[in-house]
C-alpha cells in the first residue's frame, strides 16, 4: 500500500546519506505525482516538489529513459506567460493485475500506471470458491489476458483485495469469514501460479487508500472509510495520511462494533455488530430480491413506498449513524466515506447520516467533518488493489526494469 507520508528512517538516511538515496527518493516524489495527479508541466513539477527546474528536468529524464512516463505530446498551460511547455504523463502501458475476489466468485483487472482500468474480467460461481479453487479460477482468467499483456504490457505485479483478515508482511489470509477461508497461504500460492510479484490486501484498507488518491477523499490526511458489500461492513483508516494498520495489519474491523445489544448473533460471536444489523441481506427479502448491484439498489431505494422497507432502512440508518458517531469521536477525520451498500444509505438518509458526523460527536455543533459517498464505484476494487502492486514501483522507481 502507498502510504502517502513514507518516513524516512533516520538509520538509512545516514547508510545513504549520497546523492543516489536523495535521487530515489526524488524520483520516487515525481513519479508518484504524475501517477496519482495526471499530466502536468515540468512547471508544475517544479512547484509541486520543491525542486528546482534542473533537477526536475534530469529527474524526469530519467524516468523516461526507465519507460515509466513519456511526452503525452500536448501542451500544459503554466499558468504564467510566455510559451506553454510540453506535458509529461505516466507510461500506461506499465500496468498491474488486479483481483477482487468475493463470495460471487472473483474479478480480475488489468490496471495502467496512472489509475486506468485497461480491462476486467470476471468468473462468477454460485458458492464461495474455496482458496485453492480461486487459485485456479485466477489463473484462468490471467491466462487468458496473456497474449495481450505479452504483446502490450509491462506487468510490475499483481495486487489482491481480500474481505479479510490479511497478515502484513507474507500477505496470509488469517480469516475471511465469508470465502470459508481460514489460515490460507493464498499469496503465496497465487504467486506461484501467476509467477508474479503478488501483493494482498484488506478490502476495506485498500478501499480507502483508493479512495484518498483517486476519489472522493483525494488528498485527505485523516479518514474513516467504511464499506458494506454482501459480505459484511469493512473499514479503512487513515491517520495523518497513513494507513493504520495495527500489529499483524488487522486494524480496522468497524464491522465489528457493537450497535445493538438485542440484536442479532454475529458469527464472531458477539451480540449486535454493526454488520449483521445493518446489512443489505436483511433488507432484500423486503424488496423481494436474493442479490442486487448498487446502481440497481439506488434506484430501488429511490422509489420504496412499502412501510416495511422505510422502517427497515430507518432502523438501520439509525444503527448506522451511532457507529459513525463513536468512529468519528475515536479518530477524528476530516471526512468519512461510505462505500457499497452503505453508500446508498447515505444517498437516501444525508441529513441523518450528516448529524451523525456533525453534531452528535462530543464537541459536536460546528465541527467539520465531511461526509461522501465513495466515488470510485466499481472500479475501486480494481484500482486499490493495483495500487498495491504499483507500490514498489512509486517508492523505488529506478529499481524498475
Ligand atoms: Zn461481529
Not at 529524464?61 to 500536448?74: F, K, N, P, Q, W
Not at 489463473?139 to 499483456?149: E, K, P
Not at 436483511?282 to 430480491?289: A, C, E, M, Q, Y
Request: aromatic share 4%; charged share 20%; glycine share 12%.
Amino acid at each position: 500500500m502507498t502510504d502517502l507520508a513514507t518516513p524516512v528512517n533516520p538509520a538509512a538516511v545516514e547508510a545513504h546519506s549520497s546523492n543516489d538515496f536523495i535521487r530515489r527518493r526524488n524520483l520516487s516524489a515525481v513519479l508518484t505525482s504524475l501517477h496519482h495527479g495526471g499530466p502536468r508541466s515540468r512547471a508544475d513539477l517544479v512547484n509541486e516538489t520543491g525542486l528546482n527546474r534542473s533537477t526536475v528536468t534530469v529527474l524526469v529524464a530519467e524516468l523516461m529513459e526507465l519507460g515509466l512516463v513519456r511526452d503525452s505530446g500536448t501542451r500544459a498551460a503554466t499558468g504564467r506567460a510566455g510559451r506553454p511547455s510540453s506535458s509529461i504523463e505516466v507510461d500506461p502501458t506499465v500496468a498491474a493485475i488486479a483481483v477482487y475476489p468475493d463470495i460471487e466468485g472473483v474479478t480480475v483487472g488489468l490496471v495502467g500506471l496512472g489509475g486506468e482500468v485497461l480491462s476486467r474480467i470476471r468468473f462468477d460461481s454460485a458458492s464461495p470458491l474455496p482458496a485453492k479453487k480461486m487459485v485456479k479460477a485466477v489463473s484462468s482468467l490471467v491466462d487468458g489476458m496473456r497474449a495481450d499483456i505479452e504483446r502490450h504490457y509491462r506487468v510490475v505485479g499483481v495486487g489482491v483485495a481480500v474481505p479479510g483478515l490479511v497478515r502484513a508482511g507474507d500477505g496470509r489470509v488469517l480469516l475471511a469469514p465469508h470465502l470459508n477461508w481460514r489460515n490460507e497461504p493464498f499469496t503465496e500460492t497465487l504467486r506461484q501460479a501467476l509467477g508474479y510479484p503478488v501483493i494482498t490486501g484488506n478490502e476495506s484498507s485498500i478501499g480507502a487508500m483508493g479512495e484518498v488518491v483517486f476519489g472522493a477523499a483525494r488528498g485527505a490526511r485523516n479518514l474513516v472509510y467504511v464499506n458494506g458489500t454482501s459480505a459484511g461492513v469493512g473499514g479503512g483508516i487513515v491517520i495523518d495520511g497513513a494507513l493504520l494498520h495495527g500489529t499483524e495489519g488487522y486494524a480496522g474491523e468497524l464491522g465489528h462494533t457493537l450497535v445493538n445489544s438485542s440484536g442479532r448473533r454475529c458469527y464472531c460471536g458477539r451480540t449486535g455488530c454493526l454488520e449483521i444489523e445493518v446489512s443489505q441481506s436483511r433488507l432484500l427479502p423486503l424488496l423481494g430480491r436474493t442479490r442486487i448491484d448498487e446502481d440497481e439498489l439506488d434506484v430501488e431505494l429511490g422509489v420504496a413506498r412499502d412501510p416495511a422497507v422505510l422502517a427497515e432502512v430507518s432502523r438501520q440508518v439509525e444503527l448506522l449513524s451511532e457507529a459513525l458517531t463513536d468512529f468519528v469521536n475515536l479518530f477524528n477525520p476530516e471526512i468519512v466515506v461510505l462505500a457499497g451498500y452503505l453508500g446508498a444509505l447515505l444517498s437516501v438518509s444525508r441529513e441523518r447520516l450528516t448529524e451523525a458526523v456533525r453534531i452528535r460527536p462530543l464537541g459536536g455543533a460546528g465541527r467539520a467533518v465531511r461526509l461522501e459517498r465513495a466515488s470510485l464505484r466499481s472500479r475501486l476494487m480494481l484500482v486499490g488493489p493495483a495500487e498495491l502492486a504499483f507500490g514498489p514501483v512509486l517508492r523505488d522507481p529506478a529499481n524498475f526494469s
